[in-house]
C-alpha cells in the first residue's frame, strides 16, 4: 500500500465543481481530473482498500454503484483477491434481478442487482464515488440485503457532509469516506 495519509486534500484538489449538471441548481462533483492523474488514483485506490485489506474473515465481494462508483470498485476488488458486482440503473442488467427504487436530491432512481451476484452469507464491501443524501447507499445496502448477505462496510470518496446523507444510514456503523465538503 501506498502512503494514504493526507488523501482528502488530494481528492479535494482534484475534484472539480461543475454547477448546473444534471440540472439547474445542482453542483455535480467531476472525479474525472483524479482519474486521469495516475498517482492520485492509485493513492486513491489503495485508500480505499486500506481498511479491508486485512479483514478477517475477508471480503468476498465488492460492489460498485453505477456508474462511477464501478471505476473505483473494480480495482479494490482486484486488490483484495474478491469479487467484483455492480448495481445498475434499472434495465441495463440482463438476468433476473433486485430492484429498489429510492429518492434523490434531484428526482427518483431505481437501481438493480442480479439476484445470484452475491449469495447469502457472502461479505460485501459497497464502494461509490459520493455520498450525497444517502439513497443511492441505503437502496444498494437493500439489495444485497435481500441475498443474504453481510454488509462489512461502506466506501465512498467524497462525502457531501451538508447533505447529510450519513444520517440516513446511520445503521452502518463501517461507513468511510476519503474526503468531506
Not at 39 to 67: H, M, N, Q, Y
Not at 104 to 122: C, F, K, P, V
Not at 136 to 159: C, F, M, N, P
Request: proline residues 5%.
Amino acid at each position: 500500500m501506498s502512503e494514504v495519509r493526507g488523501i482528502d486534500e488530494l481528492i479535494n484538489g482534484l475534484v472539480r465543481d461543475v454547477p448546473d449538471y444534471p440540472k439547474p441548481g445542482i453542483v455535480f462533483k467531476d472525479i474525472t481530473p483524479l482519474l486521469a492523474d495516475a498517482s492520485a488514483f492509485a493513492r486513491t485506490i489503495d485508500a480505499l482498500c486500506a481498511p479491508w485489506i486485512d479483514a478477517d474473515p475477508r471480503v468476498d465481494k465488492v460492489v460498485g454503484i453505477e456508474a462511477r462508483g464501478f471505476i473505483l470498485a473494480a480495482p479494490v476488488a482486484l486488490a483484495l483477491g474478491a469479487g467484483f458486482v455492480p448495481v445498475r440503473k434499472q434495465g441495463k442488467l440482463p438476468g433476473l434481478t433486485h430492484s429498489q427504487t429510492y429518492a434523490l436530491e434531484y428526482g427518483q432512481e431505481t437501481l438493480e442487482i442480479h439476484q445470484d451476484a452475491i449469495a447469502a452469507g457472502e461479505r460485501v464491501l459497497v464502494i461509490d464515488d459520493v455520498l450525497a443524501t444517502g439513497g443511492t447507499v441505503e437502496a444498494t445496502v437493500g439489495l444485497i440485503r435481500a441475498g443474504g448477505a453481510e454488509i462489512v462496510g461502506v466506501s465512498v470518496l467524497l462525502e457531501l457532509g451538508f447533505l447529510r446523507g450519513r444520517e440516513r444510514v446511520a445503521e452502518l456503523a463501517a461507513l468511510r469516506s476519503l474526503a468531506q465538503i
